[in-house]
Each structure stands twice: as C-alpha cells, then as structure tokens.
C-alpha cells in the first residue's frame, strides 16, 4: 500500500478559508467512507479532528470540515485562526483492517 | 480518560531488535470495539502505521514492514507491546502506540516515544 498523497504545505490568513487535499485508490480513499484527519502541533501527538469523512471528533470546532469525491478526501478550515497552524495528517482505512497515512501537510497562518 | 503510555530502549543497535510496551490505563484492552496499534514518525517526517492487534490476539500488519514486525498483547496487565527485528537507521522515529476503531481511526495517542538506531 502507498502513502496517500498530502500537498506539503498550505496557507492562508487570519479569517480566511484553506482546503487540504488527500488523494489515494479506490483501494482506500475511493473505496470505504472512512478517512480521518489528525492535527498535530510540533513535539505533541497527532490529535483526531475528523472521522468517517466528515464527523468531527469531540469538542472540535464546526469551522473543521471534511468530504470526499472520488478519490479525493478534503479537508476545509474556515474562519483560520492562529492556534490552527499545525501538520495535518489524512488517514484512509485500506481494508483487512490495514491503514494508511497521507504524508502530511504543513498548514502556516500568514 | 483512557491513557496510553509507550516504554523502553531509546537507543537500539543497528541489526538487533527494538522492542517497546504500551500500558493503557483508564480502560479495558479487552474492549470488543477496538483495535490497539503501533504507528511512528521519522523525524521530521509523515506517520507511518506499523500494525494492530485485537485483543483476542489476531494481528494485522503494514505489508512493507510485516517481515520484521510482531505484535502482542497482554490482556492481565492491559499492555501490548511491539518488537521490530534487523532494525536499520531507517528505523529511527518516534514510536506511538494507539487506540483504533475496526475502521482504523485513531481516537487516542499515546505521548509517543523516540527511539534511534545507532552504534
């Protein structure tokens, strides 16, 4: 199984919005509606934000989204705020309970 | 609040075995619902899953690593743990143990672990 594909980095100001692509297979992205996304601040551990495409993980703000088309899952902040620079991971499960990462994007808040 | 703690060797030697302990406290590893696994992240790299286990003991493994890599589970002391055998540079990371749904999503980390490999 491949690495799903991450751009390395994405940006945008305060208030604005910004979409982070993940692109995979019909062997998993394409394939199952289970794609989550994970934040993770440097020196800490990744943090869940989005689950099974597009339900937020408790406690995090409706300005997370996510969708899927294809084999495309993205995900979409809005309202950008500073404490939302971070990385940010997709995952896909891959079937026979095997996952897969994305490689991850650097999203910086201008 | 369920917890997840990594233990063991921060330093392996290249070729020998890297072996690390996840303690979860707060909850049952016996759970029916979950999955417990192992991912890692090289440094200043993406994360990587390495396997899971159930608790009945089935295990599923990424197929680029499942050569080298056992998982086990210890249901008495709510611990599993990971062994990595040939161990190279390219081994070194930081080792995260996790809690997974059947779905694979991850819903809790462990605080994670660096492990390097090196004479």
């Known amino acids: ?110 | 609040q369920l917890q997840l703690q990594e233990s063991g060797p921060g330093l392996v030697k290249p070729s020998e075995t890297l072996s690390l302990t996840c303690t979860v406290s707060g909850g049952s590893i016996s759970s029916s619902s979950y999955y417990w696994g192992w991912i890692r992240q090289p440094p200043g790299k993406g994360l990587e899953w390495i396997g899971s286990i159930y608790y009945s003991g089935n295990t599923y493994y990424n197929p680029s690593l499942k050569s080298r890599v056992t998982i086990s589970v210890h249901t008495s002391k709510n611990q599993f743990s990971l062994e990595l055998s040939s161990v190279t540079a390219a081994d070194t990371a930081v080792y995260y143990c996790a809690r997974l749904s059947i779905w694979g999503i991850v819903d809790y980390w462990g605080q994670g672990t660096l492990v390097t490999v090196s004479s």
């Not at chain 1, 919005?17 to 394939?31: K, L």
């Not at chain 1, 509606?33 to 800490?44: A, D, E």
């Open chain 1, 1 to 110: 199984q491949s690495a799903l594909t991450q751009p390395p980095s994405a940006s945008g100001s305060p208030g604005q919005s910004v979409t982070i692509s993940c692109t995979g297979t019909s062997s998993d992205v394409g394939g199952y509606n289970y794609v989550s996304w994970y934040q993770q601040h440097p020196g800490k551990a990744p943090k869940l934000m989005i689950y099974e495409v597009n339900k937020r993980s408790s406690g995090v703000p409706d300005r997370f989204s996510g969708s899927k088309s294809g084999n495309t899952a993205s995900l979409t902040v809005s309202g950008l705020r500073a404490e939302d620079e971070a990385d940010y991971y997709c995952s896909s499960y891959a079937g026979s309970n095997n996952v897969v990462f994305g490689g991850g994007t650097k999203l910086t808040v201008l």
